[in-house]
């Protein structure tokens, strides 16, 4: 199998915000070398880097965090596989919708003003943060997280 490897690009300096997204993108593909992963896969991978590294760096920066945010829903949803807190950031937005704003309206009806909608918002947040914290440690114990972080 051929090497997951994004081309070096001279003309990124190595202090930009896209630099620092091109080291992170990397460190994922090498986490996913390291695992056995099934050779389809692998291929739909690859094809992802291919295509990536023909691009010119102009529109490379807009499709580079489209193909990482594709590669890992792939690899969550045929393998779970998942990054390092990566379900704390789905559950956190989930906890706030599924969980606050119901609160809130609740909050809201029974004092008769629905200004109040949002005061469940920040009770939700938690509670979604929580149950995702419990989900990564669930993950990192079966060995199905990916030693990397994507937050650039």
């Known amino acids: 199998m ?20 091109m080291l992170v993108f990397q460190h994922l593909l090498d986490e996913i070398e390291k ?3 099934p050779p389809h896969i692998y ?5 992802r880097i291919e295509a990536l590294n023909v691009m010119e760096t102009g529109e490379l920066q807009k499709k580079l965090f489209k193909s990482q945010s594709s590669i890992v829903r792939l ?11 990566y379900y ?16 809130g309206v609740a909050i809201g009806a029974a004092l008769g003003n629905m200004a109040f909608l949002a005061i469940g918002l920040p009770i939700g947040m938690p509670i979604g943060m929580a149950i995702g ?8 114990q079966e060995g199905r997280q990916l030693n990397v972080s994507l937050s650039a």
């Not at 051929?2 to 997204?21: D, G, H, M, N, V």
């Not at 291929?43 to 094809?47: H, K, L, N, P, S």
């Not at 969550?76 to 998942?82: D, N, P, Q, R």
Request: glycine share 4%; aromatic share 4%.
């Open 2 to 21: 051929q090497a997951l490897k994004l081309k070096l690009r001279p003309e990124i300096t190595a202090q930009s915000k896209f630099s620092k997204q």
């Open 35 to 37: 695992r056995n992963i």
């Open 43 to 47: 291929q739909r991978i690859a094809e």
């Open 75 to 85: 690899l969550e949803k045929e393998l779970k596989l998942v990054p390092k807190t």
């Open 88 to 103: 704390q950031t789905l559950w956190m937005v989930l906890g706030m919708s599924a969980f606050g704003l119901p609160l």
């Open 133 to 140: 914290m419990a989900m990564d440690r669930k993950a990192a």
